[in-house]
């Protein structure tokens, strides 16, 4: 799929944008803070409804209307082409007093946020993404359940009610502390839990092991065949009853070796969840929070098995976080149909030509990429070529022939 048509209005440092765009490699070059960031991050939530990382919605209207106005908003809006089909989708952040709202529209029609993930579907490295690898299992979360949300809405679904049953049971557990009430009651939300829960995790569980194929042989592309890497879940509960590696420790890549086959039966992930789940039940009680469960997993990055967030080189670690995402643009069209928009930050600025060359590589196989550079010279004339070249210079973009 690509965007034909983007426009922004009152969006950052963007108070007007119409742009058209092509399928194929779109490089934007302009000096630091003119927009180039902002471009991507525009595209990217109309993807996923939300700014990148944990930046805030209303930070998205630009200040100086942010202040003037009454009614202040920002709008983000593309027209996007798939082989069968051709949609609108608008965003608008909108402040009304304290608050603000977004109203999301699928070719017109109000539509929940839930109803339009999926149907652009991108793949984003940001600068910062390099925390993928580097920080908290969190962060790790967080992006798997915005890539599997893009490709698997009954996922999203799932994500959505086991969060809600889980602020209801953890209320629950500090209720029973209080009270001294009968544990008995927290069997409905076990079961609760369980059933969304272990949906989860046998999807995180088999979508790591597609991304660790994929990605493996990105990593090797990368590293010119130097380096293997593997990803690997690590559940809260171990899904087969098994005792878990210590991640602690560097690794040996035989120990993993059974984990790379697909998921237990989901009916068996639900028992062993609820089993687990009554195993820490009075420790749950005392402490208050459920202590087991996806909202409690991780998934570790291993270079000839070796952990990268405990021990990777800066370098090792941005490739780790590059393969990764370049394997999502081929997961993604395995399980749409459909080539995600990828969106390329800055991703030049820390490798070597070996590595720009794969990545180009790469670039060539996405139905559409949009880069951003400070420097036309990251890119080989030949790139520049086949590339549509804009300059970003103060929320404004122009096109550009290219030398
Ligand atoms: N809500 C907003 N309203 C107006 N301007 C904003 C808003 N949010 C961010 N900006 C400004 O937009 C400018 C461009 O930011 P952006 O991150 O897109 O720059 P960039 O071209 O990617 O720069 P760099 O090369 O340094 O990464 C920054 O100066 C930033 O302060
Ligand atoms: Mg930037």
Redesign the pocket.
């Known amino acids: 799929m690509y965007i034909s048509q983007l426009s922004l209005t ?4 963007y108070s007007r944008l119409t742009l058209d765009l092509p399928s194929g490699p779109v490089l934007l070059r ?12 525009a595209i990217y939530f109309l993807s996923t409804t939300r700014s990148v990382h944990t930046r805030t919605d209303q ?8 202040r003037q106005e009454t009614l202040p908003f ?1 709008r983000v809006e593309a027209t996007v082409k798939t082989r069968s089909d051709t949609f609108k989708i608008a965003i608008t952040v909108v402040r009304e007093g304290n608050n603000f709202r977004k109203d999301i529209r699928f070719n017109g029609a109000k539509k929940r946020a839930m109803d339009i993930i999926g149907k652009l579907n991108t793949v984003m490295f940001l ?1 910062e993404d390099i925390e993928l690898v580097t920080g908290s299992p969190g962060i790790r979360r967080r992006y798997l359940d915005s890539t599997l949300c893009q490709i698997n809405p009954d996922y999203c679904a799932a994500l959505s009610r086991y969060n809600k049953v889980l602020t209801q049971r953890n209320a629950l557990l500090k209720e029973l502390f209080k009270r001294n009430g009968n544990p008995d009651q927290l069997f409905y939300w076990d079961e609760q839990l369980a059933r969304d829960g272990a949906a989860l995790m046998v999807n995180r569980h088999n979508t790591i092991l597609d991304l660790d194929a994929v990605a493996r042989q990105r990593h090797r592309e990368l590293s010119g065949g130097r380096e293997g890497l593997r990803l690997h879940y690590a559940p809260s509960f171990d899904l087969y009853r098994r005792p878990q590696p210590n991640y602690q420790l560097p690794l040996i890549m035989e120990e993993l070796v059974p984990y790379s086959t697909a998921a237990p039966p989901l009916q068996e992930v639900r028992e062993t969840f609820r089993s687990y789940l009554i195993n820490a039940r009075s420790e749950e009680i005392s402490r208050g929070v459920t202590l087991v469960g996806p909202h409690r997993d991780d998934f570790h990055f291993l270079v000839d098995g070796i952990d990268m967030t405990m021990y990777g080189s800066r370098g090792q670690q941005r490739t780790a976080a590059l393969s990764t995402k370049l394997a999502e643009v081929i997961l993604m069209k395995q399980f749409t149909g459909e080539t995600p928009v990828l969106l390329l ?2 991703v030049m600025s820390e490798l070597d030509a070996k590595r720009r060359e794969q990545v180009i590589n790469i670039v060539d196989q996405a139905g559409q990429a949009l880069l ?1 550079t ?1 420097d036309w010279e990251d890119f080989s004339l030949d790139f520049r070529q086949r590339a549509r070249l804009f300059s ?1 210079a103060m ?1 404004r973009l122009e096109l550009v022939q290219p030398d």
């Open positions: 009152n969006y950052r440092n302009g000096d630091n803070a003119n927009g180039k960031t902002n471009l991507l991050e930070q998205l209207i630009n200040w100086i209307i942010l920002a600068p930050d800055d951003t400070t970003v929320g």
